[in-house]
């Protein structure tokens, strides 16, 4: 099983950015899928979820309005597109999935990807 993560870079405040997962070695539509992130210095935060079909997701507080996660399932693929983006919001990003279908906020998932740099310039 693999995830690799991508779409990271370097944003000034109010920016946007996508991040992509690609997964492999798995049936992905039995997945459900998160993203969380972690600044230097602090905790992992859960970010988003999406359930399996996609029909369900969970944002963080932090992030409503601004983010959102979708799916592909046909390309074993989850997106989270990122819209008015925060010096606040830079961080170490990782997609995350794990069977079963209720979303999961806490860092539980069994699968991780690598992770990607999001850094936002105020």
């Known amino acids: 099983v693999q995830l690799q993560a991508s779409g990271g870079g370097l944003v000034q405040a109010g920016g946007s950015l996508r991040l992509s997962c690609a997964a492999s070695?798995?049936?992905?539509?039995?997945?459900?899928l998160g993203w969380f992130r972690q600044a230097p210095g602090k905790e992992q935060e859960f970010v988003a979820g999406?359930?399996?079909?996609?029909?369900?997701?969970n944002l963080a507080d932090s992030v409503k309005g601004r983010f959102a996660i979708s799916r592909d399932n046909a390309k074993n693929t989850v997106y989270l597109q990122m819209n008015a983006l925060k010096p606040e919001d830079t961080a170490v990003y990782y997609c995350a999935a794990d069977l079963g279908t209720v979303i999961l906020v806490s860092p539980t998932y069994r699968r991780w990807g690598q992770g990607t740099q999001v850094t936002v310039s105020s």
């Open positions: 999406i359930s399996r079909s996609g029909s369900t997701t």
């Open positions: 070695g798995l049936t992905f539509s039995l997945y459900r």
